[in-house]
Nanobody, 125 residues
Framework: QVQLQESGPGLVKPSQTLALTCNVSGTSVTTSAYYWNWIRQAPGKGLEWMGVVSFSGEPRYSPSLKNRTSISWDTSKNQFTLQLRSVTPEDTAVYYC?????????????????WGQGTLVTVYS
């Protein structure tokens, strides 16, 4: 059974870097044709896709966030990470990691087949 679990600080100050980790169990992040995503949902808003790292380690980012976002994986720990720089209160959201079964599924969160439970990150001063 594939399981994903987000971890990281729940509070971040403005201008700092938000760093989250998604621990994966039940499969390997290098399993062919799977893509590992970060998605967030701000209060009262819909899901926002932030970016992805492929089974081969190649990242891809949302155009609106690419200047502030880095996503990578660590195969030795079977996990992937998100860094979001220069955060503001508008970055307050529940952050999810999730697996997409195939490149084309990346853009459609409803097609993701495994999700973490989500972690709330609040940006406050």
């Amino acid at each position: 059974q594939v399981q994903l679990q987000e971890s990281g600080p729940g509070l971040v100050k403005p201008s700092q870097t938000l760093a989250l980790t998604c621990n994966v169990s039940g499969t390997s992040v290098t399993t062919s044709a799977y893509y590992w995503n970060w998605i967030r949902q701000a209060p009262g808003k819909g899901l926002e896709w932030m970016g992805v790292v492929s089974f081969s380690g190649e990242p891809r980012y949302s155009p609106s966030l690419k200047n502030r976002t880095s996503i990578s994986w660590d195969t030795s720990k079977n996990q992937f990470t998100l860094q979001l720089r220069s955060v503001t209160p508008e970055d307050t959201a529940v952050y999810y990691c999730a697996r997409a079964p195939g490149y084309s599924s990346t853009y459609y969160p409803l097609r993701y087949d495994s999700w973490g439970q989500g972690t709330l990150v609040t940006v406050y001063s």
